[in-house]
């Protein structure tokens, strides 16, 4: 089973940058779907940016253009740049990876059919 170990969390002040960094125990080949989630204090877990199925990105509207997700296959490493963050950006933001159906387009919207690591703190403020 892969396991995903996120790194590159931390403070910094509004307008500020950070690197996120995810590195998986195995190689994620296949078809599968591999983003960053996040949970604000009180609310849900939430896609932020992702890989779809076919390679595609797609990212949340609050983080377009300030948000970018890349992924090196030959390293096992999903990394989200964040630039000119803000207050609201504030969360644990988790590596989630699922695998899915050769037949699939989109990445599946149900929590319990991804793996997730355990998170890594960002605090905006």
């Known amino acids: 089973q892969v396991q995903l170990v996120e790194s590159g969390g931390g403070s910094v002040q509004p307008g500020g940058s950070l690197r996120l960094s995810c590195v998986a125990s195995?190689?994620?080949?296949?078809?599968?779907?591999m983003g960053w989630f996040r949970q604000a204090r009180g609310k849900k877990r939430e896609g932020v940016a992702s890989?779809?199925?076919?390679?595609?990105?797609k990212y949340a509207d609050s983080v377009k253009g300030r948000f970018a997700i890349s992924r090196d296959t030959v390293q096992n490493t999903l990394t989200l740049h964040m630039s000119s963050l803000k207050p609201e950006d504030t969360a644990i933001y988790f590596c989630?990876?699922?695998?899915?159906?050769?037949?699939?387009?989109?990445?599946?919207?149900?929590?319990?059919?991804?793996?997730w690591g355990k998170g890594t703190q960002v605090t905006v403020s």
């Open positions: 890989f779809q199925p076919g390679g595609d990105t």
């Open positions: 195995q190689y994620t080949g296949g078809r599968n779907c």
């Open positions: 989630g990876y699922a695998s899915v159906a050769w037949y699939s387009s989109v990445c599946p919207s149900r929590e319990d059919m991804y793996l």
